[in-house]
């Protein structure tokens, strides 16, 4: 369904992965970057996080090429908890939320992941494709007099001609040969025509100077050195706890939603199937990780993850050769991807936006239901205007809402009169919350006969607000000096029944055996 790549699974090797991985590296460096801006933290913050989260998660992660690191979607949590109580609260609350996310694994709750619709699912990719997008503008402004302005000029017509030339290169290049990654043949290709020209071209320490202050700006680099070990420097007390548990699970969740999402559509495009369990566990020891060696943690990215999935990375050799290769970058070549034009990084991630966006579904948005068409539409703009776990969520609820609604409709009964003059209602569809109302309005308890038979073979009780349908109807019979019977009800409906416990025909070889969703048996 998805028209990114047109590889089988099984079709990679060491080759693709080093060289898919190093060209996932380089589109790294300015996403970590500006996500550590995001968050209030020093860049350096952001690149070791995008280098433990890449490392760990391709190592102990369940979902072989998927590549993470630092995120918009969790640095947006982070900002408020580091302006108000410093850098190393957020560390403790990574830490956190990296616990959370393990135990989440162990209980295995990554499978819930399959409750999420597809129309959902579609709109958190073309939602994300779009905040893609719109993130790369931001690349199209330069310092002025009164701060960031838009680009104009020559400056503009340079920057528009390296994208076109980067995409063209990412296009064309895979027709005519996949022995490398097109994409880090563009890279390479337009940054050696911006040194061979001297052109004056926007690069990656341009784009840090930028975010920086003046004082600062001038000596700004991307080089650094390895992480070091370090509890976070935070009372250890309840108090502390209360200030970073909130954010700690906002981070579990917005990281795991994330990540799980990514995964699946990953394991659609490659016809593979990932392990979301084992994914949340390598997620949470990648956040622990952070919390204790200087990191902002993160989640998976899907756009990196295209990157890689496009020029064929499959395996895990390519998450940790992106980790390692970045690494390499931060202690020895740091001038050689200071000097990479944002350019090319950013031609690369509106080919991964064409590639991302579910086209299909703007042909097909007529033919599918309207509630599909409306919560597909819903889920991406609340994926571009708030956020992506907030727009699942609201995905969600809504398309459960409008399963119940739907389901609502398809309680129906057949009346007959048997061999006892007993009148029976034939009921069929589950009797829950959202068709309770309509179940009321199947029966006549003042015109129907002395004996009144409710067949539940085709229907069932699917929830407490069913039990308490039947208690209320077998009182209007009772009031009415009517009996009511109640057949092949399960074991379970018959325990919870008050009113109507005493009117059910037990038929132990016929009577079905389920459970209600209710809390009063727990």
Not at 154 to 174: D, Y
Not at 386 to 391: G, T, V
Request: include cysteine; charge should be neutral.
């Amino acid at each position: 369904m998805f028209n990114l790549i047109h590889e089988k699974a099984n079709q990679y090797n060491i080759k693709n992965d080093v060289l898919s991985g190093t060209t996932v590296a380089l589109a790294l460096v300015p996403e970590a970057v500006a996500f550590a801006f995001v968050a209030g933290v020093e860049p350096m913050v952001g690149l070791y996080a995008a280098f433990m989260m890449g490392l760990l998660t391709a190592v102990f992660g369940g979902r072989p090429g998927m590549i993470s690191g630092a995120t918009g979607a969790t640095a947006v949590v982070m900002v408020s908890l580091v302006a108000q109580h410093g850098v190393q609260y957020l560390f403790a609350a990574v830490l956190l939320a990296g616990v959370i996310q393990i135990l989440a694994g162990v209980f295995k709750l990554g499978k819930f992941i399959r409750m999420v619709p597809h129309p959902v699912m579609l709109g958190f990719v073309n939602g994300l494709a779009i905040v893609i997008f719109l993130a790369q503008l931001g690349q199209f402004k330069v310092q002025g007099a009164d701060g960031l302005e838009w680009m104009q000029g020559n400056a503009l017509v340079i920057m528009v001609g390296l994208i076109a030339l980067t995409m063209a290169i990412v296009h064309f290049l895979p027709k005519l040969t996949t022995a490398v990654p097109a994409g880090l043949v563009a890279i390479i290709a337009v940054t050696l025509i911006v040194i061979g020209l001297d052109l004056e071209a926007r690069s990656v320490i341009d784009f840090v100077r930028d975010s920086l202050p003046a004082d600062e700006a001038a000596t700004a680099t991307l080089k650094g050195e390895l992480p070091s070990f370090a509890i976070p420097a935070v009372p250890m007390t309840l108090e502390t706890l209360w200030i970073i548990l909130p954010y700690a699970g906002i981070i579990a969740a917005i990281g795991l939603i994330e990540s799980l999402l990514t995964l699946s559509l990953i394991d659609e495009i490659t016809e593979t199937r990932g392990q979301g369990n084992r994914e949340c566990v390598g997620q949470g020891i990648a956040n622990s990780v952070n919390g204790v060696f200087g990191g902002m943690g993160g989640c998976a990215m899907i756009g990196q993850s295209m990157i890689n999935i496009n020029n064929g990375g499959r395996g895990r050799l390519s998450g940790i050769t992106a980790a390692l290769v970045l690494l390499a970058f931060i202690l020895f070549g740091a001038k050689y991807i200071e000097m990479i034009p944002l350019a090319a990084l950013v031609g690369i991630m509106f080919m991964v936006v064409l590639g991302t966006f579910e086209w299909s579904s703007l042909r097909i948005m007529r033919k599918i239901p309207p509630s599909d068409a409306f919560i597909l539409i819903l889920v991406s703009g609340v994926t571009v205007v708030y956020d992506l776990a907030i727009a699942v969520v609201i995905g969600v609820i809504v398309s459960a809402l409008v399963f119940a609604w739907k389901h609502a409709k398809h309680i129906m009964v057949d009346t007959y009169t048997d061999e006892n003059g007993y009148k029976v209602y034939d009921l069929r569809g589950p009797i829950f919350f959202g068709s309770v109302s309509h179940f009321r309005e199947l029966f006549d308890p003042k015109n129907d006969p002395e004996h009144v038979v409710i067949e539940f073979k085709r229907s069932r009780v699917s929830d407490h607000s069913g039990i308490e349908a039947l208690d209320a109807l077998a009182v209007r019979y009772q009031k009415e000096g009517k009996t009511l019977h109640l057949r092949h009800l399960s074991p379970e409906c018959r325990k919870l029944l008050k009113n109507a416990g005493n009117l059910c025909e037990v038929n132990v070889l016929e009577d079905p055996n389920y459970r209600v969703a209710t809390d009063i048996l727990a």
